[in-house]
Nanobody, 115 residues
């Protein structure tokens, strides 16, 4: 069973930065388009950023220019650099392939943006 382990979340003030990491237990994930998703309280999980195996990226409009997704295939790791954070970015952040593998969801990492 593949495992995805997210880390790097925390409490940060508005305008601050965080770097999230997602480590996959299976090397095969380097072949897939990977995404960072987030789920805020009372809301549905949404895809915020994606990266193909060829490192093409895409972002939801609300994070464009602030978030950067990247990957290190040798380490089976995907990153999300988040800058200029806003309170509305507060959520639990998850990674998974696109489309997501239902059994691969990890625990996520909590990001809280608050003064």
């Amino acid at each position: 069973q593949v495992q995805l382990v997210e880390s790097g979340g925390g409490l940060v003030q508005p305008g601050g930065s965080l770097r999230l990491s997602c480590a996959a237990s299976e090397g095969i994930f380097r072949l897939y388009t990977m995404g960072w998703y987030r789920q805020a309280p009372g809301k549905q999980r949404e895809l915020v950023a994606s990266i193909t195996s060829g490192r093409s990226t895409n972002y939801v409009d609300s994070v464009k220019g602030r978030f950067t997704i990247s990957r290190d295939s040798a380490k089976n790791t995907v990153y999300l650099q988040m800058n200029s954070l806003k309170p509305e970015d507060t959520a639990v952040y998850y990674c998974n392939k696109i489309p997501p593998r239902s059994g691969a969801w990890g625990q996520g990492t909590q990001v809280t943006v608050s003064s």
